[in-house]
């Protein structure tokens, strides 16, 4: 069971702490319905340095 917590934690960590990219390509993802690879490495380029 402690090895469940931990992944949960882990895995809720790093959503939180890449809400803000998450938000642009789910925006991104409902507006144009397809990105391509090139567009999230954009996109993903802006936040992830």
Known sequence: ?????????????????????LDRLASELYEKEVLLYDEIMAIAGEYLH
């Open 1 to 21: 069971m402690r090895l469940i917590e931990e992944y949960y934690n882990n895995t809720k960590l790093l959503l939180l702490k890449n809400k803000e990219l």
